[in-house]
């Protein structure tokens, strides 16, 4: 059975750092690009960045780039997005995604965890 | 950036009614273009990829379709599991999602 399962959700103040992760199981790892999707609270869905099977190629959304960094460990099969000066802007429910045949489509979501920027 | 644009919004509709949401596309993006269902707490749950290939596991009264800028999918007989939000996404250049459409009770 395919998991997703993100952690490190939290309460953080304006201008701190919080790194998430999701950790899956099931499937090969090393076979998928996998993505980090956001969602504020009663919005919509945001896409926020993307890392390539080997973690040669990373991707983000203009308004994040240079504050939010995606990574991988293909030995722990764990994908990572580590966030920096946190907005207030920033709260929202972070997925991670798997993509499948190469395109940026989600056949697989974890359940989502809450990163609330609030003094 | 490609922009997604939905409408409507909102859709009232009854059990049993066809529903139709259409999906703009800001520039071409042939036929790469996804729909999911989402419900209020959960993940949104992939239904189509390719604009009209239906994912295995997903009811036969979805469908999609549509190329290039425009795409509408379609429930043929709206049941009681399917009010729900639907977005759609375009993959051609990264990932962009629609605002949403939130099919509620009439």
């Known amino acids: 059975e395919v998991q997703l399962v993100e952690s490190g959700g939290d309460l953080v103040q304006p201008g701190g750092s919080l790194r998430l992760s999701c950790a899956v199981s099931?499937?090969?790892?090393?076979?998928?690009?996998m993505h980090w999707v956001r969602q504020a609270p009663g919005k919509g869905l945001v896409w926020v960045s993307r890392?390539?099977?080997?973690?040669?190629?990373?991707d983000y959304v203009d308004s994040l780039k240079g504050r939010f960094i995606i990574s991988r460990d293909n030995a722990k099969n764990t994908l990572y997005l580590q966030m920096n000066s946190l907005r207030v802007e920033d709260t929202a429910v972070y997925y991670c995604?798997?993509?499948?045949?190469?395109?940026?489509?989600?056949?697989?979501w974890g359940q989502g965890t809450l990163v609330t920027v609030s003094s | 950036d490609i922009q997604m644009t939905q409408s409507p919004s909102t859709l009232s509709a009854s059990v049993g009614d066809r529903v139709t949401i259409t999906c703009r596309a800001s520039?071409?993006?042939?036929?790469?273009l996804a729909w999911y269902q989402q419900k209020p707490g959960k993940a949104p749950n992939l239904l189509i990829s390719?604009?009209?290939s239906l994912e295995s596991g997903v009811p036969s009264r979805f469908s999609g379709s549509g190329s290039e800028t425009e795409f509408t999918l379609t429930i043929s007989s709206l049941q009681a599991d399917d009010y729900a939000t639907y977005y759609c996404?375009?993959?051609?250049?990264?990932?962009?999602f629609g605002q949403g459409t939130k099919v509620e009770v009439k």
């Open positions: 995604g798997r993509s499948r045949d190469g395109g940026s489509y989600f056949d697989y």
């Open positions: 099931g499937f090969t790892f090393t076979n998928h690009w």
């Open positions: 890392i390539k099977s080997d973690g040669s190629i990373t």
């Open positions: 520039q071409s993006i042939s036929s790469w």
């Open positions: 390719k604009a009209s």
């Open positions: 996404e375009q993959y051609h250049t990264y990932a962009t």
